[in-house]
């Protein structure tokens, strides 16, 4: 189950039990905002270095008023995940989940599926029986293709 932990025995069991603790391996999509004093600071080769995170930048860029934008996939054991961002937030990162910056607006789309084709990692699929439109925000990479694709303006950006 991602996140959670599980326990297992250390040998020798003599003369008792001892147990160590085995973080799991998680991967999350995360958004990062950092603001103008911040830009030039070498936060996320931290996150690698001390926290023992990897990281793949999705998307990266500098807005007008010079605040950072990064979306990264973070990867490593949850318990150097957890502090990696308790890290970032400390030092003044906004961080939130991907999923809450790439949303399908409900009431505009009307299930063409015109952006199903188009996503590069499905995470718009046709649901065979009803053709309703799915968007699974796990898999969202915010490449933006949908975005431009729809005729509806439909699938929407709150970066
Ligand atoms: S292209 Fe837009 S309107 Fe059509 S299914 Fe996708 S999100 Fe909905
Ligand atoms: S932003 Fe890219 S990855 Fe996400 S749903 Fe749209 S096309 Fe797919």
């Not at 991602?2 to 085995?22: C, D, N, R």
């Not at 030092?91 to 991907?98: E, I, K, R």
């Not at 309703?132 to 490449?143: L, Q, V």
């Amino acid at each position: 189950m991602v996140g959670s932990k599980f326990w297992i025995a250390k040998k020798p069991l003599l003369p008792t039990t001892q147990f160590l603790e085995v973080s799991e391996v998680i991967s999350r999509r995360v958004v990062l905002h950092f603001p103008h004093r911040l830009i030039d600071q070498p936060i996320v080769c931290r996150l690698v270095k001390e926290y023992n995170l990897e990281f793949n930048i999705l998307k990266a860029h500098v807005t007008p008023e010079e605040e950072g934008l990064l979306v990264l996939e973070l990867s490593g054991q949850d318990k150097n995940y957890e502090q990696g961002i308790h890290y970032l937030r400390e030092v003044g990162v906004s961080v939130q989940p991907l999923s809450q910056d790439i949303i399908r607006n409900e009431r505009r789309c009307i299930d063409c599926g015109v952006c199903v084709p188009i996503c590069p990692t499905g995470a718009l699929i046709t649901e065979p029986l009803t053709r309703k439109i799915h968007f699974y925000d796990n898999k969202c990479i915010a490449c933006e293709l949908c975005v431009d694709a729809c005729p509806f303006r439909a699938m929407e950006v709150h970066f």
